[in-house]
């Protein structure tokens, strides 16, 4: 076994392989950007390396300055994650001719398997089921339409050495397909540096069901069962678990068979993933085989007991696969979300900033939190925004869903936008519920996900009430202690009154609700709008009361004059009414689009005088490699640009002068 591994990635995967190096003795090395220099991986490791600024393509990617880190530090192995290097031949070659071991499969299987088109097409030889498109290398846009409308719509574009639903695009109809194909190829280019695509029949509410397999130099691969990862966004897996729903004995083992056979097919050696699109009759067909580790193994952990990443330390040792595929173990139910740093509400855009309070749900043998940041971590726009993967387990289906709602009920985040109510609705809805779920789901059931449950803010605003004077009196007797009389009456801050105790009036508002409510105290007592009221404990963001013989807890931060109030499994944003700042909020004021995140402009899709309606696409970015369309606000015609192709923008700068019509 290897004493000292380097790991070529950032963030959750880097922090859960080090946590995996450290039960086995194992030491550790990290690479980290400019940008990471003081994030939780590099905390982690017991060495660390720079390997440039933040750019991916200037650290992350950078072959030489990682083989570099690794020579330097003495590790006999790099560990790739997944994205970034992990399916990159070039960089398995470089570890192999450097001496190094690569903790994945032989080049030649990244080779085979790298490009989707030429994986299709030994599948094609090996008689593995394949979705009717092309795989071919011609790339011309008009060639590429014509085979889409030979092959029918609705289609689906997708990069050749693509993945993490990156350069896919549907198309419904051929008027479509070139514009669609423009934008593929840009965002197959920059996430992977290589724009070629395939196009393939899209299939009516399929569902993504893939395989978890393993082999060893000794010739022996296995299966360790299915995961069901259909509910997706923008072919972004959104919700994963395992087993699949629906999945009949009969039909994981002839899966998990067909899944082996292609990985024998390319001499594989490690972990990998084949991945299946199966049609509503249950037929499956092959789509592509990944060959890293998954961002959803923990869901496969959860049912098997096993360590995957201990797996692949212990086979790139050279060690035979520890198991049998009859000695498997199949158990109970694991279901695992991704929490992003992003804004449903706001078409997903990703948020950044500074995580000013992240409470995850407590970690038990049913819920695991897989996560790469700290509370007062900064959220950049350089890397993917996902803060943590939930991971939930229990005896049957049904009660892990159950379980996953309360621990995303637990889960509390300011300080960026954030995807846990959108979440709950998912995993709450009945389709889900029901083990209903294909990849079109979330976009057909968008506005029931994407609209809050109606909600009274009033217990809200008495917990942020009482918290407010409770953390007042805090303030002041951690002043007073500092001062020379610190018995002085006068420095306390409990309400005392020498006619009477003290009245406050506080006015709370949250969207278009606004609650008003009155809080009478001294030292002795509480009452709330006339109702007996008693803090029993606070400590931070924690508060422990009761308003009659109503018993609470809640947790409350607060960011100027926004309270975060996290209650009975709810996060309300409540704002202290200031009427001097709400002058003038009825004003009309001039149109424009203001950049929603960092990013550069790809395409600029008006011209100057253009009338337009109100959603037309403006404008193209790029943020964290992902591209998003910005819309027109409302009708009317596009004065002038503020922004041109190929530019960097900050947050918040003013991209287009735009006139609404009257």
Known sequence: MFTKILIANRGEIACRIIKTCRKLGIRSVAVYSEADAGSRHVRLADEAYCVGPAASRESYLQIPKIIEAAKRSGAQAIHPGYGFL???????????????????????????????????????????PLVPGYHGDEQAPAFLRGKADEIGYPVLIKATAGGGGKGMRVVEASADFEAALASCQREAKASFGDERVLVEKYLARPRHIEIQVFADTQGNTISLHERDCSAQRRHQKVVEEAPAPSISAAQRAQMGATACAAARAVGYVGAGTVEFIADQSGAFYFMEMNTRLQVEHPVTEMITGLDLVEWQLRIAAGEALPLTQEQVPLRGHSIEVRVYAEEPENGFLPSIGKLLHFVPPGESLNVRIDSGIDQGDEISPHYDPMLAKLIVWDETR??????????????QIVGVGNNIAFLSRLVGHAEFRDGQVDTGLIERERDVLLTPAPVDIADASKAAALWIIADEARRSTEKTSLGNDRYSPWSVNDGWRINGAL?????????????SLSLRYDARAISVDGEPARIE?????????????????????????????????RHHRLNLFDPLAQAGADQAHDGGLTAPMPGKIIALQA????????????????????????????????????????????????????????
């Open 86 to 128: 992990s399916e990159n031949e070039a960089f398995a070659e470089a570890c192999r001719v450097a001496g190094i071991v690569f903790i994945g499969p032989p080049v030649e299987a990244i080779r085979a398997m790298g490009s989707k088109s030429a994986a299709k097409s030994l599948m094609e030889k090996a008689k593995v």
């Open 398 to 411: 049904e009660r892990a869903v159950e379980r996953m709602l309360a621990a995303l009920a637990d889960f």
């Open 503 to 515: 009245t406050r009036s506080f006015q709370f508002f949250s969207g278009e609700q606004t609650h």
């Open 537 to 569: 404990h606070t400590q931070g963001s924690a508060l422990r009361y009761a308003i009659g013989a109503r018993h609470s807890e809640a947790d409350v931060v607060r960011v100027g004059d926004q309270l975060n109030v996290f209650l009975l499994g």
């Open 607 to 662: 011209e100057v005088g253009t009338e337009v309606d109100k959603g037309a696409p403006l404008i193209v970015m790029e943020a964290m490699k992902m591209e998003h369309t910005l819309c027109a606000p409302a009708k009317g015609r596009v004065k002038a640009w503020l922004c041109s192709v190929g530019e960097q923008v900050k947050d918040g700068a003013e991209l287009v002068e735009f006139e609404a019509s009257k």
